[in-house]
């Protein structure tokens, strides 16, 4: 008897470009459940994966994608893979050696899949890790680190969206910088106080100003290059800038008196090994405040769901404009949202 096949968007060199191929559909092992994929998001370490640019690399050729949802329909051997079985309806997230989201069918480690409450759907639970997770992850830094303020140099993005609205329900003073003028006004009406743009002309006075007055520490950067010193020397002496990614593709442009003299200093944020150091009850924990809040502070605005037909074109123009929305990838099409959630946890 012949193998069942499924679609997946193949790697076939560490070059960006995604090839639509028909695979044998993988078999869950001990540990392990197949999941049949309903959304897989399009985050910017997907795409930093791409090009070979990301923290790993797997054996080519490989299906991208490392966060999405769907419903198991396969378990190997283990209690928690059976357990993820009886559940049903999962977000997971992709193996670190095996293919990823980017396909109809997943094997996930069951470690690292996360049952979906009734009221949350397939599409939300594509992206309620690696946003919302990161969002959780700063802020508490940020206030366990007794800064009395922040600042995000990517306010406009889903993720500095998330910030913003966090930090509102927290009563966390931050400073947002967008990349365009236009989208200050929108970050106000999201309630945002301390908004800039990289395109003010006195953006340096006006960020110092506003770090001196609201005593802003600490700093988010998935920017990197010229933007972490930039901002770095706008912040008072003592403070840090945390490097998440790596937008600009630059080295960080830092001054040595910042270093020297400033006593300031800078750190980098992988999500994964923070994750790693968590509990199991605190990883249960994140993933019940993620859901709880994931039509208010982790809602995702999304520029478009696409097939794996048309998802290599939607990819690359998620590359030129990140601030737009996110790419959705429905895998097994429109249909597969739908999945009943009888079974899901309560």
Known sequence: MAAETMRALE????????????KTVPQPGPGEVL???????????D?????????????????PGFEGSGVVVAAGPGLRAKFMAAKKRVCCLAPETKDGTWAEYMVADARKCIPLQKNVTLEQGATMVVNPWTAMAHLDRARRGG?????????????????????LRLGYPMVHVARFAGQVEELKGLGAEHVVSLEDPDLDERLKDLCGRLEATIAFDPIGGAMTGRVLAAMPKGSVAIVYGSLADEACAIRPEQFIYEGKRVEGFWMPRWVEKKTLLGRIRMALSAQKHLETEFQTRLRVRVGLEGAAEAVEAYKKDMDG??????????SALDAPRDSASA
């Open 11 to 22: 790697l076939k060199a560490y070059d960006g470009r995604l090839h639509l191929v028909e």
């Open 35 to 45: 999941v049949r994929m309903a959304a897989a998001a399009v985050n910017p370490s």
């Open 47 to 63: 795409l930093k994966f791409t090009v070979g640019a990301y923290g790993l690399k797997k054996p080519l050729p490989v299906v």
């Open 147 to 167: 800064h009395k303020a922040a600042v995000h140099t990517a306010a406009a993005g889903a993720l500095g969206r998330m910030m913003l609205r966090l930090a």
């Open 325 to 334: 929305g996110k790419v959705l990838i429905l895998p097994n099409g429109e």
